[in-house]
């Protein structure tokens, strides 16, 4: 496709339930991110692959949290006994290469309702 | 935590007037983004200007960088009700590849 693709647009799930969040990034992009971003607020960076290689994990929540992109395309977020405090909207953005000075493009997001 | 300190918070002017939006930033960058936010949407990239340039210009947009006070500034002129959105800043830090935004301005434009 031409952007950023992410499935599915809303998830709700009761506390205690895993979920898999999933993105596809623009073909051939390198590198790919995940941010959380709550209510009214900027995005918070999550992690951060190139390739498949996931080289900056800083910024997941807790050991709940876990993202992979085994093939170096398609990655998915993966939350374990989801926490009420979970809820936000997850969004997922890709760059062509490594090199910093370069755009982010980002999907339209996932929805995430804990209930 | 968030990054970047937007200022103001809400920002609701008539169409042809222009709107000014600030950023403030703790650590040092690469370079200093801005992005664009419809309700319920994801972020547009619509600016980029590096660390070593002071001034850049795009369309109707105006970017300014002051390395030395850790700020930005994002310039629409002669906007339009299609502007309404929320608009953030994000800093690439140095030696890392994640972006860190600020809290955003939400801009209304009445027509």
């Known amino acids: 496709g031409a952007g950023v693709s992410q499935s599915p647009r809303y998830k709700v799930a009761k506390r205690g339930q895993d979920v898999a969040l999933r993105c596809d990034p623009i073909?051939?992009?390198?590198?790919l991110f995940w941010y959380q971003q709550a209510l009214g607020q900027g995005p918070e960076f999550l992690t951060y692959?190139?390739?498949?290689?996931?080289?900056?994990k800083s910024g997941l929540p807790s050991d709940r949290f876990f993202a992979e992109r085994p093939e170096g395309s398609v990655s998915t977020l993966k939350i374990q006994r989801t926490q009420q405090e979970d809820s936000a909207v997850y969004l997922c953005a890709s760059s062509q290469d490594t090199n910093s000075n370069q755009p982010q493009h980002f999907g339209d997001g996932t929805r995430l309702s804990i209930l | 935590s968030q990054q970047g300190e937007e200022d103001p918070q809400a920002l609701s002017i008539q169409e042809g007037e222009n709107a000014t939006m600030n950023c403030s930033y703790k650590?040092?960058?690469?370079?200093l983004q801005w992005y664009r936010q419809n309700s319920g949407r994801g972020l547009v990239h619509l600016i980029l200007i590096r660390s070593n340039e002071r001034e850049k210009h795009s369309g109707r947009l105006r970017v300014t960088l002051d390395t030395s006070k850790k700020s930005s500034s994002l310039l629409i002129t002669a906007s339009r009700a299609a502007d309404t959105a929320s608009y953030f800043c994000a800093g690439m830090n140095t030696g890392f590849q994640k972006l860190v935004f600020g809290t955003g301005t939400r801009l209304l434009v009445s027509p």
């Open positions: 650590t040092s960058i690469n370079n």
């Open positions: 692959f190139q390739n498949e290689a996931q080289l900056d």
């Open positions: 073909s051939g992009h390198v590198s």
